[in-house]
């Protein structure tokens, strides 16, 4: 079945420096999602990639989506203590599928 | 609009019991997921619901069922509980092919 990876699990970052998570998926995405979860919160829906090698920004957050549309990323540039969170990837295969998430990527900033 | 809500908020169970939890939909949205969230899992499909049909399932045990009425609220029962069933309980809700909103979630204590 479908599968969805994310790199790294977890990762400790200084304030200020640039933070990059990674996902991949064992099949061809439909599109892909990124939330994020605070500690004790609930999933929180960034942006959504619906296009192949499309690339979007949210102020110092950057997404792309890869041409094949298996793969995606998103960089923080210059994190902040509020970025604190898990990252978490998403998609379905087709617009009617499941959504299936990635195990999230755990970002800890130090101030 | 207001938000997708979920009740209860907290539970607490002893093996063997079944519980029964609720989800209400953002207004207008058919489509509504749940999710498990458990801390060795991550975030594990269950089920969608779409205009009171199933429309995709996860590879969870008959004891996981859900059911959505003609108002788009949603229910999910879990019967004959295990301490593995501890857990944040989530539900999603869509329109048409668009992201999704989560709920703050129903955490479970199974003893």
């Known amino acids: 079945g479908q599968q969805v990876m994310q790199i790294p699990q977890y990762q400790h970052v200084q304030e200020g420096e640039d933070f990059t998570t990674y996902c991949n998926s064992s099949t061809t995405l439909s599109n892909i999602q990124w939330y994020k979860q605070r500690p004790g919160g609930h999933p929180v829906f960034l942006i959504q990639?619906?296009?192949?090698?499309e690339v979007k920004k949210q102020k110092r957050l950057t997404f792309q989506f890869g041409e094949a549309k298996k793969n995606s990323s998103l960089h923080i540039t210059a994190t902040q203590t509020t970025d604190v969170g898990t990252y978490f990837c998403?998609?379905?295969?087709?617009?009617?599928?499941?959504?299936?998430f990635g195990p999230g990527t755990s970002l800890s900033v130090i101030p | 609009k207001a938000g997708v809500t979920q009740t209860p908020r907290y539970l607490i169970k002893t093996r063997g019991q079944q519980v029964t939890l609720s989800c209400s939909p953002i207004?207008?949205?058919?489509?509504v997921s749940w999710y498990q969230q458990t801390p060795g899992q991550g975030l594990q499909f269950l089920f969608e619901y779409f205009s009171e049909t199933q429309r995709n399932k996860g590879n969870f045990p008959g004891r996981f069922s859900g059911r959505q009425f003609s108002n788009s609220r949603s229910e999910m029962n879990v019967s004959t509980l295990e301490l593995g069933d501890s857990a944040l309980y989530l539900c999603?809700?869509?329109?048409?092919?668009?992201?999704?909103?989560f709920g703050p979630g129903t955490r479970l204590l199974v003893l």
């Open positions: 207004s207008g949205h058919r489509s």
């Open positions: 999603a809700s869509r329109a048409a092919q668009e992201t999704q909103y």
């Open positions: 998403a998609g379905p295969m087709t617009s009617y599928d499941k959504v299936i």
């Open positions: 990639l619906v296009k192949s090698g």
